[in-house]
């Protein structure tokens, strides 16, 4: 590696300057690249399990059609995500397989079970909510392709937000019942949304390169304070409670003081052993072998019709 190349690269970077796909690059920020860009996209397109449960369940037309619109939705943020990372020099194929070997990862949220129509609500709210916190801050991120998703990708998760955060106010001041189901949806959601982001940064073996590249803006912990804010203000508006006996404002930092997170928990979920990890990937790699079939009818049907406008 040149030094030349290097101080180039980081001066660009410095100067808030985007890398583009044809730009010289570190084989370490785009190896990082891959990972985490990888990472995003297979959560996106993972994600779409836990709620696709619901959509022949959801409890009303409304319902229904908003859901299938936001299932819609994930599976184009997926698009938008292999389609930036592909410009890092690795195949759509070559992705897939690492999802399917374990050899790449995807958020450990969406290992948990959705049990009631109050986890799409409390998925909405706070899964997406916390997705926003961190994908608001990817919109600076150093590298354009990544950075020019994330635009798109935003807007759509915010009505996601709004979408999930309206049911639970529904719930939460409906029946008796329903307000049980959206207190319980808290209480199991909460956590794993915590988890989101990242190990503290002191124990991520990434953040210092992330954060010197400009990849990430801000740390894991800046991150999931600015979460904690948000959400702790938003269920007291609906009367929900957070279920945590350690949470409280602190006058001084002008934040929320919230308990340890369970990190045994978290590592053995993201290491396979989650409540729904094998259901999940059966479910991907079953519809990827029996998808098989389409997407070579689409690749010989443009071959074809490139040959065609080619002899023209």
């Excluded at 999802?99 to 995807?106: E, F």
């Excluded at 928990?265 to 079953?286: A, M, P, S, Y």
Aim: glycine letters at 8%.
């Amino acid at each position: 590696m040149s030094t030349t190349q290097e101080t180039t690269f980081q001066g660009k970077i410095d100067k808030g300057l985007k890398i583009e796909p044809r730009d010289w690059m570190p084989d370490k920020y785009r190896t990082h690249l891959i990972r985490q860009i990888s990472q995003h996209a297979h959560s996106e397109v993972i994600g779409m399990q836990p709620e696709g449960n619901w959509i022949t369940r959801a409890p009303s037309l409304r319902a229904k059609m908003v859901l299938i619109a936001k299932v819609q939705d994930e599976a184009g943020h997926g698009l938008y995500l292999y389609s930036a990372c592909e410009t890092l020099g690795i195949t759509r194929d070559e992705l897939i397989s690492q999802l399917h070997t374990g050899k790449a990862k995807y958020s450990n949220i969406f290992n948990y079970p959705t049990l009631t129509w109050a986890d799409i609500g409390a998925i909405g709210w706070l899964v997406d909510g916390a997705a926003i916190v961190n994908q608001q801050s990817l919109r600076g991120t150093s590298y354009g392709p990544y950075s020019r998703a994330m635009i798109r990708i935003c807007k759509e998760e915010s009505f996601h937000q709004r979408q999930g955060y309206e049911i639970m106010s529904k719930m939460a001041n409906g029946t008796p019942e329903q307000q049980e189901m959206a207190q319980d949806a808290l209480d199991r959601w909460w956590w794993p949304s915590l988890m989101m982001f990242g190990p503290h940064d002191l124990d991520s073996a990434h953040t210092s390169n992330a954060m010197n590249w400009k990849i990430k803006r801000e740390t894991n912990d800046e991150l999931r304070q600015l979460f904690v804010d948000r959400s702790v203000k938003q269920a007291d508006l609906i009367g929900l409670k957070i279920p945590d006996p350690d949470l409280k404002w602190n006058q001084e930092t002008r934040h929320y003081e919230f308990g340890e997170i369970d990190w045994d928990e978290f590592w053995k979920v993201i290491n396979g052993d989650g409540f729904c990890n094998k259901e999940r990937l059966n479910n991907h790699t079953t519809a990827h072998t029996k998808g098989q079939w389409v997407r070579e009818a689409a690749l010989a049907y443009a071959e074809k019709r490139n040959n065609g406008v080619n002899h023209e």
